[in-house]
């Protein structure tokens, strides 16, 4: 059953009343689900690790802040940093919200978490009854928490890899070898389940604590302590070897690697205790040749010896009393006004120091100053302490404990320090690592005064530790910048003020020369930091997947994985993985990573990021992506595999690689093309742009061909892909004519892509389609999808269409050079002469064919078309059915103009119009010549015979004369000789006419 959501109220002893009503809204809110609702008065459990009630900040999933103008006191304060710190850590499970509950101002660093019910529209006071803002209050907040627990993934981030018990219990048996024993006592009952391993534990530490608090008292010796202390251990050792994983609390594990330390624990330091010893000399040295002159330089008088007695002795006082600052005070005073060589002293000197300052405090002067001024007084006291007890001035017989207690409270103090950074490198990467405070500068402190502790004071392992953890990847900071492999090996670039590798080395040095046997303690070591790894991997996941979830990414993946993998190399460079299986292996997790597809493992298939991709050759080369940022995956890939399987692995294994990210870029390319292609069908906005579709199928193209080359025996589909793409057959046109030239697309030429010269290539490539093939291809998409439609969107007799129409019959008749088919001359045939867009050829007053003025568009001449569609198949196409037809569209033409410029009524109609009806007629006695058709004289005799719309003749009392109308005479116009003309010399001479026709047109053979 899970455990019931945790809510803690935060408020004012003013609004007290406020939050109690609040406490009953949201039970009823929350009904049927249980929650626990927290405040400062609820009562804390025995085992909570804090004193104050701030534990309940930390186990609750929601902080709701009930702000108001008393709202931020000393306690509420504190209360809210840590819910801050919380919230950074366990983002985005943790949640803080604010309820108004007056109106006041709120300040901006509370106004950004979210406000409830609003700003304006506080609990108390405003327009609203206080009930239902209650109401809303408690209804938005469980909305809240429902919201928080969808987000969580199922599974969320566990640490359950393979961690065992004897591990475990392998490390809780070395904390019980520090000085202090309740590191590993608090330790050891935080993971126990069964009661009476509890009980035992609980009286372990009651003893431990009686132990502690005689030390203190000066009611033992130093070695009854010392001897009560170690038949302490041996019993909690035999006790720890005789625990079973069944006593154990289920989710051990979970709470064995994330337990932190206590700051309520305390220090194993025993009180010194005897006689006080009077030194006989200052701290000054004599001068060669001074004893000559005094026998007292350098020494100290009775004045002082017994100032100096008196001092020590408040100063010992003050120290049982628990009174360190005036221990502190009486035993520096020694040491500024007398300055004797005593060990004893410094002793005093030292432990005062780090009991009025704390060792928390003190490491955190360490971590955040540049010059720790009380850090550095525990140094010089540490040093003089060790220089005056080898030199037996005044040694006291508690030295070497408590420079040893006093290393280990440090190395305690660092470890807290450290653990309370938020930090975390796997997640702190793309938009995150912009906002994370500078907290690495910390750290590099800390080693630093790690380090000087362990030459200074004593040599202690804790924190040494924790430290070459740290460097190798397993903790919260990124100390490598890249990875290379030089000559066959790892070669770590540092991202830090110091070589990563050379000090992880001195690290190690440092934790051999304090005792630790060094097999043990890198099989240790090793194994802590894989478990860390893999912890951070799972987290990691979880995290991304929480991000998913939320549609915001704010981590980058790839960078928090290349980190992840580097780590993983440094914890393989440092501890090998000889002799180990490949779950405890450093570079199967790598594997795991970057070749997820043939390591076959679930979580790392999970990431779904690419690392590898092919070149322009076909050979596979890192991702875009990894190689922007300097990660070599080929070369680090390579050498794991020589390294786990031989140079006959690499060979083995590189066509595998090579064969998954071939599909993978299959793939990839057909998802691509079919995006296009379902994008190109909208005519909305949804389609793209054309320029970008362009860009786009370009990239396609070029993937078809990267495909092929990569496998040329399996890739002449791609080959033929791009050759119906090229050729029309696909989404876009490639290829236009100029228009007897086949060029490229100019845009397509300007994107780096010349069609023509690509369309070349793959015709070498191909083994499908020959050259005759691919012309017939070309000519047809083009014809269909270019020629065609174009023409047809072409208004009829617009004329400033014309120039584009010319084109387009120019690309037809080179489309049949190139490709003879039919059809193209028959899409020019059928415009010249049945002139669907525009006329192209007019008949002059003597029957001869005239081009019409055209733009010239490559010298096009309508008449030499004809010519040259009749030299190329006489029997299609003829004159004689070309004359008929614009002999027919002429007449049409002269009769629209008949009936349109001249008027209908006699009356009206002057010179202007009897000059356009003599136009009219000379015209149809050359359309007649033309192509000899009575119908085109119908109108002519109509009109000449006094029928029609102008008078021809003159009138004598209202009836017409045969004589010419005197106007005709200004236009050279006989009325009666035209009449004649035409029913004589025409309509009479039709047959030889037609026989002309016949001639001119190849109809007949040429008489002569």
């Known amino acids: ?32 689900q249980e929650i626990k609702i927290c405040d400062r008065e609820t009562p804390i459990p025995e085992q909570s690790e804090s004193a104050e009630g701030l534990h309940w900040v930390r186990q609750a999933d929601l902080f709701i802040v009930l702000f108001s103008a008393d709202y931020l006191s000393e306690r509420t304060s504190i209360e809210l940093e840590l819910a801050r710190r919380c919230e950074r850590e366990r983002r985005p499970a943790y949640k803080i919200l604010v309820a108004a509950v007056r109106h006041t101002h709120i300040p901006p660093d509370i106004a950004r978490f979210p406000v409830l019910p609003d700003a304006q529209q506080p609990i108390l006071g405003s327009h609203f009854d206080t009930e239902r803002q209650l109401q809303r209050v408690a209804l938005h907040i469980r909305q809240v928490s ?79 302590y010392l001897q009560k202390t170690a038949i302490l251990r041996k019993d909690v050792v035999n006790t720890l070897f005789q625990i079973q994983e069944n006593e154990l609390e289920p989710d051990w594990r979970d709470t064995f690697l994330s337990a932190t330390r206590s700051d309520a624990a305390l220090s194993a330091i025993y009180t010194p205790n005897g006689e006080i010893y009077i030194p006989e000399t200052l701290n000054l040295p004599i001068a060669p040749g001074a004893a000559a002159l005094s026998d007292t330089v350098g020494l100290l008088s009775y004045e002082q010896k017994s100032e100096f007695r008196r001092q020590l002795l408040l100063a010992a006082d003050a120290y049982a009393l628990e009174q360190y600052g005036r221990a502190h005070a009486h035993a520096d005073n020694v040491r500024v ?52 007890q080898e030199a037996g001035k005044c040694p006291t017989p508690t030295a070497l404990h408590s420079l040893e207690a006093t290393a280990c409270d440090m190395g305690e103090a660092f470890c807290r320090y450290y653990d309370q950074l938020p930090d975390n490198y796997l997640i702190d990467t793309g ?33 040494l530790e924790t430290l070459v953890l740290e460097l190798c990847g397993g903790g919260k900071f990124h100390w490598i910048k890249q990875v290379e492999v030089r000559d066959d090996h790892f070669v770590f670039v540092s991202d830090a003020t ?17 005792g630790y046997p060094a097999p043990e303690l890198y099989k240790r070591l090793r194994h802590q930091l894989l478990l860390r790894l893999k912890s951070g991997r799972h987290f990691l996941f979880g995290h991304l997947r929480q991000e998913q979830k939320r549609y915001r990414s704010v981590t980058d993946p790839r960078a928090s994985l290349m980190r992840f993998v580097q780590s993983c190399l440094m914890g393989y460079t440092i501890f090998g993985d000889q002799d180990y299986e490949d779950d405890q292996s450093f570079l199967r997790l790598i594997l795991e990573i970057l070749l997820p597809e043939l ?46 399987s031989g140079k006959v692995g690499w060979l083995r294994v590189a066509p595998n690689i090579k064969e998954t990210i071939y599909h993978f870029y299959v793939d990839d390319t057909e998802q691509q093309y079919q995006a296009l292609r379902h994008a190109l069908q909208f005519n909305d906005v949804r389609r793209p742009n054309a320029l970008d579709a362009r860009k786009a199928l370009i990239e396609i193209q070029q993937r078809r061909m990267v495909c092929y080359k990569a496998y040329p025996e399996r890739g002449q589909d791609f080959i033929d892909a791009s050759i119906r793409e090229l050729a029309g057959e696909g989404l876009m046109l490639w290829l236009h004519m100029n228009p007897e030239v086949l060029e490229s697309v100019a845009d397509s030429v300007a994107m780096g892509y010349p069609a023509v010269e690509a369309l070349a290539q793959l015709s070498r490539l191909t083994q499908r389609y020959t050259e005759a093939d691919l012309r017939g291809m070309i000519i047809e998409r083009y014809f269909d999808q270019h020629i065609r439609p174009n023409y047809d969107k072409i208004i009829p007799r617009r004329e400033a269409e014309r120039a584009a129409c010319i084109r387009l019959l120019l690309e037809a008749m080179f489309a049949y050079r190139i490709y003879p088919k039919m059809r ?185």
């Open 1 to 32: 059953m899970s455990r019931p959501r945790c809510i803690y109220l935060s408020y004012d002893a003013k609004d007290a009343a406020t939050a109690t009503a609040l406490q009953q809204h949201l039970k009823t809110a929350f009904h049927p």
């Open 146 to 224: 429902e919201r928080s627990a969808k987000l969580l993934p199922a599974g969320a981030p566990r640490s359950d890899f393979s961690l065992s018990w004897t591990f475990a219990r392998d490390h809780v048996y070395l904390r019980l070898q520090y000085p202090n024993l309740h590191i590993a006592l608090t330790h050891l009952r935080q993971i126990s389940r069964d009661a009476a391993l509890k009980k035992n534990i609980y009286e372990y530490q009651d003893i431990y604590n009686e132990t502690l608090r005689l030390g203190r008292l000066g009611k033992n010796s130093l070695a009854e």
């Open 337 to 388: 006004q007398i300055d004797p060589q005593s060990a004893q002293l410094y002793e005093y000197l030292l432990l005062t120091q780090l009991q009025r300052e704390g060792a928390g405090q003190i490491a955190r002067n360490a971590a955040e100053n540049d010059r720790p001024t009380q850090f550095n007084q525990l140094l010089l006291y540490a040093n003089r302490l060790w220089e005056y």
């Open 431 to 463: 938009e995150r690592e912009k906002e994370i405070p500078a907290n690495r500068i910390y750290v590099e402190r800390l080693r630093e005064a790690a380090e000087m502790v362990f030459r200074s004071v004593a040599p202690y392992g804790s924190f």
């Open 498 to 514: 110091f070589e990563v590798e050379t000090n992880i080395g001195e690290l190690l040095g440092f934790l051999v020369r304090a």
């Open 599 to 644: 390591v076959n493992h679930p979580d790392s298939e999970a990431f779904g990021l690419r690392w590898f991709d092919l070149d322009a050759n076909g050979e596979v080369c890192a991702h875009a992506e990894a190689n922007a940022q300097g990660f070599q995956v080929i070369q680090i890939v390579e050498k794991i595999l020589r390294d786990r």
């Open 824 to 1008: 193209y001359l028959d899409f020019v045939y059928e415009e010249l002469s049945e002139e669907r867009k525009f006329a192209w050829i007019d008949i002059n007053n003597d029957g001869k064919w005239l081009a019409f003025q055209i733009p010239d568009v490559h010298g096009f001449n309508p008449l030499n078309a004809i010519e040259e569609l009749f030299n190329t198949l006489r029997s299609r196409y003829t004159k004689l059915l070309v004359r008929e037809r614009i002999a027919q569209n002429r007449f049409q033409d002269e009769l629209h103009r008949y009936y349109r410029e001249i008027s209908e009524f006699t009356s009206e109609n002057r010179l202007p119009e009897r000059e356009i009806a003599v136009q009219i007629i000379r015209k149809l006695k050359g359309i007649f010549r033309s192509y000899p058709k009575d119908e085109f004289l119908e109108p002519a005799l109509i009109e000449l015979s006094g029928k029609g719309r102008i008078r021809w003749y003159n009138k004598v009392l209202g009836f017409n004369t045969r004589n010419n109308f005197y106007e005709n005479q200004y236009l050279g116009f006989n009325a009666r000789w035209e009449e004649y003309d035409i029913k004589h010399n025409l309509l009479l001479q039709k047959h030889d006419i037609m026989q002309q026709v016949l001639f001119e047109c190849g109809e007949l053979p040429n008489p002569q």
